[in-house]
């Protein structure tokens, strides 16, 4: 299960990263700011399609290799579960997003609890400092 949820999450971050790597325009009009200069647009390219593409990468080398299951979830429940919690103290600072940002919100910390539950699911283990 958590194999497949890492090869999910894997396809969406890098699709979603290279979507704003090449479409920042189309992305800004969806977020509800279409009238972006160069900077603006830069950081859509950097922050959701650099990041996302980082991610998932990470979330790919999880899937692949059982060893990297665990900072792979480590990695989604972090990035994630920042966006839900930023998400939820914005709604409580006065601004009303968009409803597409508040389906984001919630898709966000759905995803948390996903990979907190997976974690919590994995065995514990411990390092071996017999030989030391």
């Known amino acids: 299960m958590t194999r497949l949820f890492l090869a999910v999450y894997a396809v969406l971050y890098l699709a979603f990263g290279v979507y ?24 859509l390219r950097s922050n959701y399609g650099g990041v996302s ?9 999880g899937a ?17 579960g920042g966006y839900a919690s930023g998400r939820i103290f914005a709604l409580f600072s006065g601004e009303r ?17 996903v990979a907190a539950w997976l974690l919590w699911r994995r065995p514990a283990v411990l390092p071996d400092h017999s030989r030391t």
């Open 20 to 43: 704003a790597l090449l479409q920042p325009e189309a992305l800004a009009t969806l977020l509800g700011s279409p009238a972006m200069g160069g900077s603006g647009l830069y950081e």
């Open 53 to 61: 593409l980082g991610a998932g990468t990470i979330c790919l080398f």
């Open 64 to 80: 692949l290799r059982s060893t990297l299951q665990a900072p792979g979830l480590w990695f989604v429940l972090a990035y994630m």
């Open 97 to 113: 997003p968009a409803e597409l940002l508040l389906a984001f919100g919630g898709f966000e910390a759905v995803t948390a609890l």
